[in-house]
């Protein structure tokens, strides 16, 4: 099994909801990534999980919270988000930080 | 700090080789990722150069040169379906990952 896997493919939520983001993994990568990517720009890195435990936190603001529940589940908490936050968030994995990454198909939410 | 650099588009014909270029300059440079990622879809992997020199996989092959903080994809045979977005991102010591704003590439037949 050489996927991730991401859960749900789209989102249409307004700015008072509470949803999450599912990722996983069975390729039994200790490190994932949360990146968010805006139409005709790159991905741009949000969070990094190394053994469940969060190692990088790019200035993200508080309304985006990550889970690590095991080393297989990665979820992105949302609340309160922005119009402004729109975008494709993808998920992706590696076997230990910083290698190759293998990226989900993403979530496409729209915040309205 | 990161600093990446690369054609914001470019244009082949079928069957024609497309170079793209990736400059970079990066505090704790630990090698070059590219990938290609079609409009709607996840990035791909194609490759990861560590070390200076040429890497080939069939149709694509990369490049480096970390004197230079240089790097480039060669598409050979190109296809219709190599029409598509491709993103050089350098690692760092560190594990980090920075993505260049990526190249469209436009195959016309």
């Known amino acids: 099994d050489t996927e991730v896997t991401q859960t749900p493919k789209h989102l249409v939520m307004g700015m008072t909801n509470k949803k999450s983001l599912k990722c996983e993994q069975h390729?039994?990568?200790?490190?994932m990534y949360w990146y968010k990517q805006k139409a005709k720009k790159p991905p741009e890195l949000m969070f990094v999980?190394?053994?469940?435990?969060?190692?990088i936190n790019e200035s993200v603001p508080s309304r985006f919270s990550p889970e690590c529940p095991n080393s297989s589940l990665l979820n992105l908490h949302l609340h309160a988000l922005q119009p402004e936050d729109s975008a494709l968030y993808l998920c992706?994995?590696?076997?230990?930080?910083?290698?190759?990454?293998?990226f989900g198909q993403g979530t496409r939410l729209t915040v309205v | 700090g990161q600093n990446i650099d690369q054609p914001t588009e470019m244009t082949a014909t079928e069957g024609a080789i497309v170079q793209i270029n990736c400059t970079y300059q990066?505090?704790?440079?630990?090698?070059l990722f590219w990938y290609q990622q079609h409009a709607g879809e996840a990035p791909t992997f194609l490759s990861y150069?560590?070390?200076?020199g040429l890497e080939e996989k069939g149709r694509f092959s990369s490049f480096l040169s970390r004197s230079k903080g240089y790097s480039y994809l060669l598409l050979k045979e190109l296809q219709m379906k190599d029409s598509a977005s491709y993103l050089c991102a350098t690692n760092t010591n560190a594990g980090k990952s920075t993505f260049g704003d990526g190249t469209t590439l436009t195959v016309k037949p």
């Open positions: 150069n560590v070390l200076d």
């Open positions: 990066t505090s704790g440079f630990n090698g």
């Open positions: 999980y190394s053994y469940e435990k969060l190692s």
């Open positions: 390729m039994g990568h200790r490190a």
């Open positions: 992706a994995s590696s076997p230990p930080e910083g290698g190759r990454r293998f």
